[in-house]
């Protein structure tokens, strides 16, 4: 850890965690993996590989677990100037067998691994100094929150460590930091730190959980304003609409809510926050989203009620039918 200059984020190499797909825990996650899952207009994995780059970060490893041609095409969707490799994760390797085969072909000083379903990314540059305090340590990164299912269980935000920690990740096979490198780190007297963050990443796994998680990816992005990209209209301090968008007169929109490109919202249809309308979404006349992700293309018919649901890509809802609760795949 000594070559961790001034708490330099570009000594830092990032392994983000893309997962694969996961058939046992819910439809959604059976056909396209969490991370690819958009967090207003861009997939959580490129939001998170952006966000780290802003702050500093220049190298960046993508594990996956899937097919290759496509993560290398989401990937596409990066901003130019972003350089980002990728390791075929072919057999389950977990946190720390991952870490290691990047360690292997990518010598840094220090590490950050994450997941790549998350609403948001912590900023780092408020933890760097406890980590080079701690000479680079093993240091875990708890979530600002508490699960709201489990409330006494902390959940794993992240990993920071210097390259020394490596050796003592096994050789091969499978590793998970928590369940097995801390608890050997702990036998050999090694030091494990952990930073318990102010804010919550908002971590999801399934479709509920992405939504819960919407309040806070909308809330840091109003912060940033980042919206300005898409040359979107402040309606309110929580409400934004794509210039591009198209909403009748009398439609109305109840914050928090983001519309995006080529949206289409009919005379008297209600929009209530917190709710993102994709890219290409059309609400019919005198229909109600409420509390609800509605995904490109989108469809939802006059008269509809759609409340505290997840709308996948292309999902078609006839005129006057109620979905509440439910995730709707595009076959519906």
Not at 115 to 124: E, K, R, T, V, Y
Not at 191 to 203: E, F, K, N, Q, R
Not at 294 to 301: I, Q, S, T, Y
Request: include cysteine; glycine fraction near 10%.
């Amino acid at each position: 850890m000594n070559h961790l200059v001034n708490n330099n984020l570009k000594d830092i190499h990032a392994v983000i965690l893309a997962g694969g797909t996961d058939f046992g825990r819910c439809r959604l996650t059976s056909r396209l993996p969490a991370a690819f899952w958009p967090i207003i207009g861009k997939p959580a994995l490129i939001r998170a590989i952006e966000d780290l780059s802003r702050q500093g970060i220049t190298r960046f490893t993508i594990c996956y677990s899937g097919q290759g041609g496509k993560i290398q095409e989401l990937l596409g969707q990066c901003e130019e100037d972003i350089s980002v490799e990728i390791f075929i994760e072919n057999m389950p390797l977990g946190t720390g067998g991952c870490l290691r085969e990047v360690a292997r072909k990518n010598e840094a000083p220090a590490y950050f691994l994450c997941q790549g379903n998350l609403s948001a990314i912590m900023p780092l540059a408020p933890v760097m100094t406890e980590f080079q305090h701690h000479s680079g340590s093993l240091t875990v990164l708890i979530n600002g929150l508490e699960s709201p299912h489990r409330p006494n269980r902390k959940i794993v935000a992240g990993y920071l460590c210097g390259r020394q920690v490596i050796e003592h990740i096994t050789l091969e096979g499978y590793c998970d930091i928590k369940e097995a490198l801390v608890p050997k780190l702990a036998k050999l007297g090694q030091p494990v730190y952990a930073i318990h963050l102010a804010d919550s990443v908002g971590p999801f796994r399934d479709w509920p959980g992405y939504l819960r998680t919407t309040p806070l990816a909308m809330q840091r992005f109003f912060e940033k304003r980042d919206l300005d990209m898409y040359g979107s209209t402040p309606i309110s301090d929580c409400a934004w609409i794509s210039a591009q968008a198209k909403i009748a007169p009398t439609a109305r929109l109840v914050g928090p809510v983001i519309v995006l490109d080529d949206v289409d919202i009919s005379d008297k249809a209600i929009v209530i926050g917190p709710t993102v309308l994709s890219k290409g979404v059309r609400i019919g006349s005198g229909a109600l989203v409420d509390s609800s992700g509605l995904w490109e293309g989108a469809r939802v018919g006059p008269g509809a009620m759609i409340q505290r649901s997840l709308l996948d890509r292309g999902a078609r809802i006839s005129a006057k039918t109620e979905i509440i609760d439910q995730y709707v795949d595009g076959s519906f």
